[in-house]
Structure formats: structure tokens, C-alpha cells
């Protein structure tokens, strides 16, 4: 049985590493030709007005510019530049916020428009509301922190490229090991107990069921969304079923997708960097099913 979830483990690491290791290593690859060729130099220089407009570094500025396009190309241009000491643990804690807003943005054409707004409707519209407002939200808090933690003056700073292949490798070799324990350890049902918590919760059971589907496959909660709405279940309680959905994953998300990435390029501080982000991003969900349940 054990080896078995092992192997399962694994597959689910592969076809992770399949999926995700291109895209990074496209990104990887694009920032240090966009640094070799002084692309980012010219944009830093470009966005100076704006710099001095909202006191932020243009490290900051860059970074939340760049996420629109690629969160991973944005994280790992950050990485460098953290690494390289030209900014410090504060800065980057604030960076993190204030992409919260673009890297949901990016989700915008490829999930909300053609499935979820399809499928749910008018609840389709107030859930993407709800995701698009908590990461504006944290945005926000992210462009206080930022203006708050910057006390140099805006000034284009020069970065170094780093050697693409042991960036490539030591993230690899990461994400993949974080993947597979975290794969594995919910195989063996070591996250099982957290919906199994909230049926305790005064929510009605279609919610809590929306919840618990979401825990596996945020699409498949979707479409059991729509089917309980087509059998007379009000609007609120469908988007409530998959914020909780969001509650009861937050954890397992964060694990199985932030914490590869930013253990890779921050390595142990990326763990400060996706709690404090996830805890955020939790109360925030938790005050909206508040919101939802008082309307």
C-alpha cells in the first residue's frame, strides 16, 4: 500500500514538474536575456515618473509590472535582486502584496471569463468580485508596506545575470521534492481532516459540500455549484460553498503551489513569504463569507 502512494506520489510530482518546469524555465531564461540585453534597465528608467508618484523602489514597480505578463518571470527577477541584497526582507514581503492583485489578473481570460462566469452566472460574477477584491485588498496593504519600507531614493540599480542552468536545477530539484511530500502526505490523508472540521460549521450541506469538492478540484466544485443552483439553491450560499472551498484549501494550495516556487528562488524565508500572504488571503475570505452570510 505504501509503495503504492509512493508511486502515485511520484506521478503526480512528474506530471507537475511536466506541466510547470517549461513555463519556468522560459521565464528563467527570459529575465536574464531581458537583463543581458538592458530591458529591464530601459523599463525601470520608463517607469521613474511613477516611481516618484507612489515612493516605491522600482524593484517594486518592475515586479508588479512584470506579473501581469508572468508571475513567475516577476518572482524570479525579485529572487535576483534579493539575493543580490539590493533589496531586504521587508521589501520583498511588501512586493508579495502587491502582486497579489496582477497574478490573480492573469486568471482573469484563462478560468473566470470562459468557465466560472459561464457556468455560475450571476454567482459566477460575485465570486470573481470576491477573488479579484481580496487581491486588491492585499495589493493595497502591499503598496502601504512598500511605500512604508522604502527609504532609498528611486534609482535604476544594475543586476547581474545569475548562471540560468543552476537556477533551472535548483529549482527543479525543489519544487519537485516539495511536490512529491506534499502529494504524498495527501495520499495518506494527512489534510482529510480539515473538511471534515466545518461540517460542524452553521452552513447548509450543499455549501459544505461545495467546499469539500473544492478541496479536490476547484472546477469539479464549480460545476457541483451550478447543479445545486439548478436545483433551487440561492445565489449567496453557491459563492459561500466556494469561499469556504478556498478556507478549507488555503493550507494545501499554498503548499502544493506557492511553496515550490518560493522555496526555490527565496528558499527558507519563500516559507515566511507564502504564511504570511496565506494567512492574509484566509481572514480576508473568512470576513466575505461573513459579508455573504449577513446580506
Not at 509590472?65 to 520583498?92: G, H, N
Not at 511588501?94 to 492583485?101: D, G, P, T, V, W
Request: glycine share 6%; hydrophobic share 55%.
Amino acid at each position: 500500500m505504501t509503495l503504492s502512494l509512493i508511486a502515485q506520489a511520484a506521478t503526480l510530482t512528474a506530471i507537475f514538474l511536466i506541466k510547470t518546469l517549461p513555463v519556468v524555465i522560459v521565464a528563467i531564461y527570459a529575465v536574464s536575456y531581458s537583463i543581458k540585453k538592458g530591458y529591464i534597465e530601459k523599463l525601470a528608467h520608463s517607469l521613474q515618473p511613477a516611481l516618484r508618484k507612489f515612493g516605491v523602489s522600482e524593484f517594486a514597480v518592475i515586479s508588479f509590472a512584470t506579473c501581469f505578463v508572468s508571475p513567475t518571470a516577476s518572482y524570479s527577477m525579485l529572487s535576483q535582486a534579493w539575493r543580490e541584497k539590493k533589496i531586504d526582507d521587508r521589501e520583498v514581503i511588501a512586493i508579495s502584496f502587491l502582486n497579489s492583485f496582477p497574478s490573480v489578473f492573469s486568471h482573469l481570460y484563462a478560468f473566470f471569463i470562459p468557465f466560472v462566469i459561464p457556468v455560475l452566472g450571476f454567482a459566477g460574477l460575485v465570486y470573481t468580485g470576491t477573488r479579484f477584491a481580496v487581491a486588491i485588498i492585499k495589493s493595497l496593504i502591499g503598496l502601504f508596506l512598500s511605500r512604508r519600507w522604502n527609504h532609498s531614493a528611486p534609482s535604476v540599480q544594475e543586476l547581474k545575470t545569475a548562471s540560468v542552468s543552476q537556477n533551472v536545477l535548483r529549482i527543479a530539484v525543489v519544487m519537485g521534492i516539495t511536490y512529491f511530500v506534499v502529494s504524498l502526505l495527501s495520499l495518506l490523508g494527512v489534510f482529510d481532516f480539515m473538511g471534515e472540521a466545518l461540517k460542524f460549521l452553521p452552513f447548509k450541506a450543499e455549501a459544505l459540500t461545495i467546499a469539500i469538492v473544492e478541496f479536490f478540484n476547484v472546477r469539479s466544485a464549480v460545476v457541483t455549484a451550478a447543479g445545486f443552483m439548478d436545483s433551487g439553491l440561492e445565489w449567496k450560499w453557491a459563492v459561500v460553498g466556494l469561499i469556504l472551498g478556498n478556507v478549507i484549501s488555503f493550507s494545501t494550495r499554498s503548499v502544493k503551489h506557492s511553496l515550490p516556487m518560493h522555496l526555490s528562488l527565496f528558499g527558507q524565508f519563500g516559507v515566511k513569504i507564502v504564511l504570511l500572504n496565506s494567512i492574509v488571503t484566509l481572514i480576508l475570505d473568512i470576513a466575505f463569507v461573513v459579508l455573504l452570510l449577513v446580506i
